[in-house]
């Protein structure tokens, strides 16, 4: 059973930075694809940004790019988000995700991804 354990969120303001941390264990870590999302109160999950197996390829959301970095170490079967220069819509519970299928590029549909962890709260402050 794979579980995702993200950690990392908390109260900041605004133009501050945070550093999202997952923790994934019970499949080949270094197979998959992982994605970051988030869910700001009264919206639909979206999605942030997501990077590759090996972590050679990364997508964002063009809201936070420039701003935001994933990243992953795969000998700590960890993926992270470094979230620099933040903003009040920002504000939402992230969630880390694994993608489906083994060695697939990295995608931004939810539906893409078939693991997710419980979230962690991020709110910033103006």
């Known amino acids: 059973q794979v579980q995702l354990v993200e950690s990392g969120g908390g109260l900041v303001q605004a133009g501050g930075s945070l550093r999202l941390s997952c923790a994934a264990s019970?499949?080949?870590?270094?197979?998959?694809?992982m994605g970051w999302f988030r869910q700001a109160p009264g919206k639909e999950r979206e999605f942030v940004a997501a990077?590759?197996?090996?972590?050679?390829?990364?997508s964002y959301t063009d809201s936070v790019k420039d701003r935001f970095t994933i990243s992953r170490d795969n000998a700590k079967n960890t993926v992270y988000l470094q979230m620099t220069s933040l903003k009040p819509e920002d504000t939402a519970v992230y969630y880390c995700?694994?993608?489906?299928?083994?060695?697939?590029?990295?995608?931004?549909?939810?539906?893409?991804?078939?693991?997710w962890g419980q979230g962690t709260q991020v709110t910033v402050s103006s």
């Open positions: 995700a694994q993608q489906r299928y083994i060695k697939i590029l990295p995608r931004r549909s939810e539906y893409e991804y078939d693991y």
């Open positions: 019970g499949r080949t870590f270094s197979s998959y694809s």
């Open positions: 990077i590759s197996w090996s972590g050679a390829y990364t």
